[in-house]
């Protein structure tokens, strides 16, 4: 019986014949070419994942919601057993606040980046604000500490998120903890980043995304940008990378303050952020809120080696000058704040402990603290509440006007983004 799948070669003329081919044979060979290339791919792409799960991404994309104002915030309720991790109704890595909460409990709430949040896998019991919180409740019993530390945040969106919960937590003492580092000169300027193009959930993405495409086509456009930011790792991590690099030049990927004179474009995006943190001091006073800028220690900081090292190496990136003193960007910082009558703490003690033995307290990506090291920023932060007498004053001036209701409304939608 001949195979209808092959055929012979048989010219009379030139006395050739061949063996049957296979017809098929080509295309079975493409079709397993391609599929060893996306098995391997998506191999990859798991790899990448998990390489990156690793550095305390805590969810990823999961995780974060997006929004015109603060660019992107945590997801209220979301939760990742990994980490331990369970946020609150506010996108908070803390414990809920109870409906019978005392109506004149003491609340403090600090705001900032990665390592306000207890990234580097960090576990949730770890982080400083559970460290802080039993040592506060050992003068004042009735006390809650909150965690609004937020992955990638720059020091504009941490002051926008503050503002934005005050109404809602009604804290007693709100901390910023922020460094002096180009993490001050990220600058997402809310709807200026981002379009709608359908309304309801998924209907928000970066207008990067659909720029450059017929507008007919950008909704599905959005819905694969939508797709890959869930399944592919490489994706998001490109995405990430864009996303940063967009806001800043690269003369200024490493920049930290100083007293040397700066670009004119670095200049505005440092007095925004600056401004941002004066309109952040206004919306405390009228509400009767302390506020204290926690200025943190970069780890290219918390030693004279690393700091050589990173002034050496990074002169082409917005470096200051070889021979800048080391507490030089925080003294500039701190007084800029405190000439806008802004309260500022310095952690360049703190910074400098944990910088002679960086195994003991940071996680193994060598940037973000472990427990130890949460410990270290809470005792820090206990010590100088305790130097003030600030958590007496709070305690009275709450008693005295103790709230309404426990909690109030979430200012934003997650369902909307």
């Not at 952020?273 to 800028?293: D, I, K, M, P, Y």
């Not at 200051?320 to 405190?338: D, G, K, N, Q, S």
Request: aromatic content about 10%.
């Amino acid at each position: 019986m001949s195979d209808p799948g092959a055929s012979t070669y048989d010219d009379p003329a030139d006395g050739l014949s061949t063996a049957p081919v296979q017809r098929a044979a080509a295309l079975r060979l493409f079709a397993w070419v391609f599929l060893g290339v996306a098995v391997g791919f998506a191999a990859f792409d798991r790899g990448v994942g998990l390489a990156d799960a690793k550095q305390g991404a805590d969810g990823g994309n999961r995780s974060i919601f997006t929004d015109e104002r603060l660019g992107w915030l945590n997801r209220p309720h979301f939760e990742n057993p990994d980490y331990q991790t369970r946020l609150d109704r506010f996108g908070l890595r803390s414990p809920e606040i109870p409906d019978d909460a005392p109506l004149d409990e003491l609340r403090l709430a600090g705001f900032g980046a990665s390592n306000v949040y207890g990234a580097g896998g960090a576990l949730q019991p770890w982080c400083w604000n559970y460290k802080l919180e039993t040592l506060v409740r050992s003068r004042v019993p009735a006390a809650r500490v909150h965690n609004g530390g937020v992955m990638a945040y720059s020091a504009l969106q941490s002051c926008r998120l503050a503002a934005s919960l005050l109404d809602a937590l009604e804290p007693d003492l709100v901390m910023v903890l922020v460094s002096p580092s180009a993490q001050l000169m990220l600058d997402p300027s809310s709807a200026a980043r981002f379009v709608r193009v359908a309304e309801g959930p998924g209907g928000l993405v970066p207008k990067d995304v659909v720029a450059g495409w017929p507008e007919f086509l950008h909704l599905p456009v959005a819905r694969t940008h939508r797709f890959l930011n869930e399944w592919s790792a490489l994706y998001r991590r490109q995405r990430a990378k864009f996303q940063v690099n967009d806001r800043r030049d690269e003369s200024i990927q490493r920049w930290m303050v100083s007293r040397a004179p700066r670009p004119a474009a670095v200049e505005a995006m440092y007095q925004r952020t600056l401004e941002e943190f004066s309109a952040l001091a206004e919306a405390c006073r009228q509400r009767g809120v302390e506020l204290r800028v926690g200025i943190l220690v970069d780890v290219i900081q918390d030693s004279e080696k690393a700091w050589a090292n990173y002034l050496r190496n990074n002169q082409l990136e917005g470096a200051p000058p070889l021979e800048t003193p080391r507490r030089e960007p925080i003294e500039v910082l701190r007084e800029a704040l405190e000439a806008r009558g802004i309260a500022c703490w310095d952690f360049f003690e703190e910074a400098d402990k944990m910088g002679q033995d960086r195994r003991a307290y940071l996680m193994p990506d060598d940037a973000h603290w472990n427990e130890a090291g949460h410990l270290v920023l809470a005792r820090g932060i206990f010590k100088r509440l305790e130097a003030e007498g600030l958590l007496e004053t709070l305690r009275q001036r709450r008693a005295a006007k103790p709230r309404l209701r426990p909690y109030g409304e979430f200012p934003f939608d997650p369902e909307g983004s």
